[in-house]
């Protein structure tokens, strides 16, 4: 028989009532709505930060605060997405208390649950010594169960061990079923929907089996064990009586689910993020986390931080005019005491090469005004909007170094189309014709070492080929024909041989990569580039600047050893910042991208990217875009600046048209 508790209370002696005396005066260190957020009271509470507010800043406050104001620092949980960010973290919170910071518990989602699915995993059926698959052995578990269902036979098409691995754990991540990812962005592969489903289940089965856990199975364990034991969720929210989350609106549901978990016993959550720089979404972050925030926890405080520490209000009034027509957002108004700067430019020009003559150029005039290289930044949708701005650097002899992206000569999909190029130039060219013979199937090693002795010797390359018998024997007579009919071709245009090319390199480009839709993009580039040259001998010089061991076009420029600006995808650039930024290809089909046109969250991101471009200047930003150009993927002619600055006013930007020297303006605008 249970018999009922009284609780009789213990009141402390009079001079330990008073709450006790702060060590920092956190009024002088912070602004007023910093402060409001790191002084906030027990219970839920979204921290919007706006660009460049201090948003890392807070979040050390707010631990220091906590310990400060008496909370036992292992009661305190801090999670972030990289280990050196919550380290540098409890770091300055310890310069700030002292010692005691170290007993705070941060790190990882993923680091984090592999501290307590060690701790209380056997609950779930997890011993404590489960071994955890880095990348390359999932997916050689995967390639193993794969064979073992007989689904590896080479005449069926079916994903690559990698691709597989990404299709799974996209599932994990979302909370959706691999069906539905599958549909989503694997469409390609939906022929073999039923046989991927009966794989995953065999991979999973394996992995409990041998007491293995992949790295979203610690967040998917953890989940499964917050939900299924519920003394081990008691004991574990209980332990962590505060929770903090940094970057929340980069979270997925998994994460958010998590965290929902994590606090039963107590609701007391800061979570801090900006709704408006939420662009991960090709990872599994879902926008709608930070959105529904208050949703999920009910009597949610919201503070924001507006005040911006990085850019000049012109720049801010442009960001601000652009997230303003969001669909979804918690409105916010960034301001600066930074009041002074030029305006933000939008730049028109006739075509790609003369954007790309318009930023070397500028970059040099910068430099010149005491702007260091290292100070300037490139900022582009994609990697391969940056392909004929690197070669025209390298002309300058500007130094650079490209982030978020292979170089796009470096890529393995325009290498083995370019060699094809190469060995008409030159059929002398051992290294490319060695690329072009092991594309073709049935061609090894041994067999292409065979074939490039021949090669050498022979007057005619093609009756070589086609002498070969044997299983590569088609596929050899089909390079054949292909070289043949463009041998000699002096008068053809290098856009037509790369476009002739294309079309015989595609169902192997489908072969040999998984995410072969994607490839065909930056190919499609490579012909837009080459239409602006009269000559394939010129065409392949400015692309071939990087002898074997290394690239030219990273060389430095003489007495600047440390110095080069930064060529990055706007996914690469958060959280960075740059006293001048361009951003390029800023027109309608490219930016936002054309593929984003299908539906409204994937516009919206688009919006939310472009924002995060805008915001990492300091005092220099120029928006560039070319003019009537044909994208051939679409079919579409491009010929207007990003509708994302329809609502613009024009008193928040300098309108520039390029001229040539000694010409004149047609525009009817200023000319630059």
Not at 241 to 258: P, W
Not at 409 to 421: F, G, Q, R, S
Not at 431 to 440: D, E, F, G
């Amino acid at each position: 028989m249970e018999r009922e508790v009284k609780t009789y209370v213990l009141k402390r002696p009079a001079e330990e009532a008073a709450p006790a005396k702060l060590s920092i005066d956190y009024a002088a260190a912070l602004n007023p709505q910093q402060l409001a957020a790191v002084t906030a009271g027990d219970g839920p509470s979204l921290v919007i930060a706006g660009a460049g507010s201090g948003k890392t800043r807070t979040l050390i406050y707010r631990v220091a605060y906590l310990i400060d104001s008496g909370v036992d620092p292992s009661n305190i949980l801090l999670l972030t997405f990289t280990r050196k960010s919550a380290q540098e973290m409890l770091e300055r919170a310890g310069e700030l208390i002292g010692a005691r910071s170290r007993r705070v518990c941060g790190g990882t989602f993923h680091s984090v649950a592999n501290l307590l699915l060690r701790r209380y995993g056997r609950g779930i059926g997890i011993e404590p010594g489960f071994t955890i698959l880095d990348r390359g052995d999932a997916e050689d578990l995967i390639a193993l169960c794969r064979a073992q269902l007989g689904l590896n036979e080479k005449d069926k098409r079916f994903p690559r061990k990698g691709t597989i691995m990404e299709m799974v754990s996209k599932s994990e991540n979302t909370l959706k079923s691999l069906d539905e990812i599958i549909l989503e962005e694997f469409s390609h592969f939906a022929d073999h929907a039923e046989d991927l489903g009966r794989l995953q289940k065999a991979y999973q089965a394996a992995k409990r089996q041998k007491q293995l856990l992949d790295y979203d199975d610690l967040l998917v364990a953890l989940r499964q064990l917050l939900l299924l034991d519920e003394t081990a969720r008691q004991t574990i929210s209980s332990q962590y009586r505060y929770i903090l989350v940094d970057e929340y609106q980069d979270t997925n549901r998994l994460q958010a689910e998590v965290i929902r978990q994590l606090t039963t016993a107590h609701n007391n959550v800061m979570v801090v993020g900006d709704d408006s720089q939420s662009i991960y979404a090709f990872r599994g972050a879902t926008f709608k986390n930070i959105m529904d925030f208050p949703v999920l926890f009910p009597g949610t405080k919201i503070y924001k931080l507006e005040e911006n520490y990085r850019s000049t209000q012109p720049i801010l009034n442009l960001a601000n005019c652009i997230i303003d027509e969001a669909a979804e957002k918690y409105t916010k108004r960034l301001f600066t005491r930074k009041i002074d700067g030029p305006l933000p430019a939008l730049v028109e020009a006739a075509g790609e090469n003369a954007q790309s003559r318009f930023i070397a150029q500028k970059i040099l005039e910068l430099r010149e005004e005491g702007v260091p290289l290292s100070e300037v930044a490139v900022l582009f949708r994609s990697s391969f909007h940056s392909f004929d701005l690197e070669i025209e650097l390298s002309r300058r002899g500007l130094p650079f170094v490209k982030r978020g992206g292979v170089k796009f000569i470096e890529t393995a999909h325009v290498k083995d189309l370019l060699a094809h190029l190469r060995v008409l130039a030159n059929p002398m060219d051992t290294v490319s014709w060695h690329r072009v013979l092991m594309l073709v199937e049935g061609v090894g090693p041994k067999k292409a070492q065979d074939l490039l002795a021949a090669l050498v010797k022979s007057d005619k390359p093609s009756d070589v080929l086609r002498g070969a018998s044997g299983r590569s024997g088609q596929g050899l007579k089909n390079l054949a024909d292909t070289l043949e009919s463009l041998s000699g071709a002096g008068e053809v245009r290098p856009a037509e041989q790369v476009n002739h090319i294309y079309e015989y390199y595609l169902p192997i480009l489908k072969e040999q990569y998984d995410d072969y839709p994607k490839r065909t993009r930056d190919l499609d580039h490579l012909h837009t580039i080459a239409e602006g040259y009269p000559k394939v001998s010129d065409f392949l010089a400015d692309l071939a600047l990087e002898p074997p061991d290394g690239s030219a076009i990273d060389v430095d420029a003489p007495d600047r050893d440390d110095e080069r600006l930064v060529l990055s995808t706007i996914h690469s650039a958060k959280g960075l910042e740059w006293q001048c930024v361009f951003v390029i290809w800023v027109v309608d089909g490219k930016f936002p991208s054309v593929y984003s046109f299908i539906t409204d969250d994937e516009l919206e991101e688009e919006r939310r990217l472009f924002y995060v471009s805008v915001t990492r200047a300091k005092r220099h930003l120029f928006l560039t875009y070319p003019i009537n150009v044909y994208d051939k993927t679409s079919g579409m002619l491009l010929s207007k600046p990003s509708r994302f600055l329809d609502h613009v006013s024009s008193d928040l930007l300098d309108t520039l048209a390029l001229v040539e020297e000694g010409g004149r303006g047609d525009w009817g605008r200023d000319s630059y």
